[in-house]
């Protein structure tokens, strides 16, 4: 279990919102997800490049020791990690993850992992399973409904491109929770519950025009806070019949917890 939150701002709050103050709060509604890393990732509006801010920590120490967190990003993604394949050490094991042209975050876990760089050609950098779909999403040459239903396992995900600051990506493949929310003033909002939009939408001074719980084979593209591009897909189920953590040793509670 990991969480996921981020936000992709209308050009009227991204005048006026307090980004940091925003992105803080998402991490910490999000914080019980996951306390091995925290991360956040957003496009510079002046260079186009990336900026990505991780570390092993747990997202209340993250967000004390950051400054301007999100630097006045219109689009950001953020992540806490729950580590369960590359140690946290690693920070190339840690969220968000870069490769290519797209910084991607994931909560879930992917069981073909070592396919699906097998079938890219390429190697892989961090140990964790999630680079797995960052990598093929930023390789793959179809459209990520496409590709989406070459992964097997759990997942939502957001993910965001070099030289779009104002365009995000969210889908949701199968079992892992998305919440989706758009004020009144026109952004957009996401976590992995339903309490981190509400809680979000208030940081922006605004409430929710409607919120959404995404269903599986759910794929949204955001620019400057609508929704100008939705699809749908069939994902891919796994072969066998086990969940990942079934193999892992993981207690019953455990299990409840990880399939959340």
Not at 138 to 145: E, I, K, Q, S, V
Not at 192 to 205: H, Q, R
Request: a negative charge; aromatic letters at 6%.
């Amino acid at each position: 279990m990991c969480g996921i939150a981020g936000y992709c701002l209308s050009p009227q709050d991204h005048k006026t919102a307090e980004i940091h103050e925003l992105a803080s709060q998402l991490l910490l509604d999000i914080e019980h997800r996951g306390t091995h890393a925290t991360g956040s990732a957003w496009i510079d509006r002046k260079s186009g490049g990336r900026i990505i801010r991780k570390a092993p920590l747990p997202a209340t120490h993250y967000v004390r020791k950051a400054k301007d967190l999100c630097h006045r990003a219109q689009t950001a993604i953020m992540h806490t990690r729950y580590a369960t394949q590359g140690t946290p050490k690693n920070n190339a094991n840690n969220h968000p993850i870069p490769r290519g042209r797209i910084v991607l975050t994931h909560n879930g876990h992917i069981h073909n992992d070592r396919d699906l760089f097998r079938q890219l050609r390429i190697n892989r950098i961090g140990a964790v399973d999630s680079e797995a779909v960052t990598a093929l999403l930023a390789f793959g040459n179809d459209h990520p409904t496409q590709l989406l239903t070459e992964m097997e396992g759990t997942a939502s995900l957001a993910w965001i491109e070099q030289d779009k600051p104002d365009i995000l990506h969210l889908a949701r493949v199968n079992s892992s929770p998305l919440w989706i929310g758009q004020t009144l003033a026109g952004s957009l909002v996401y976590g992995s519950t339903e309490e981190t939009i509400e809680n979000a939408s208030i940081m922006l001074d605004s409430d929710l025009a409607w919120k959404h719980s995404a269903l599986e084979g759910e794929y949204f593209m955001v620019k400057a806070g609508k929704i100008v591009e939705y699809d749908t897909f069939t994902p891919r189920r796994a072969h066998s019949v086990k969940h990942w953590w079934e193999f892992e040793g993981y207690t019953d509670d455990e299990q409840e917890q990880l399939a959340i």
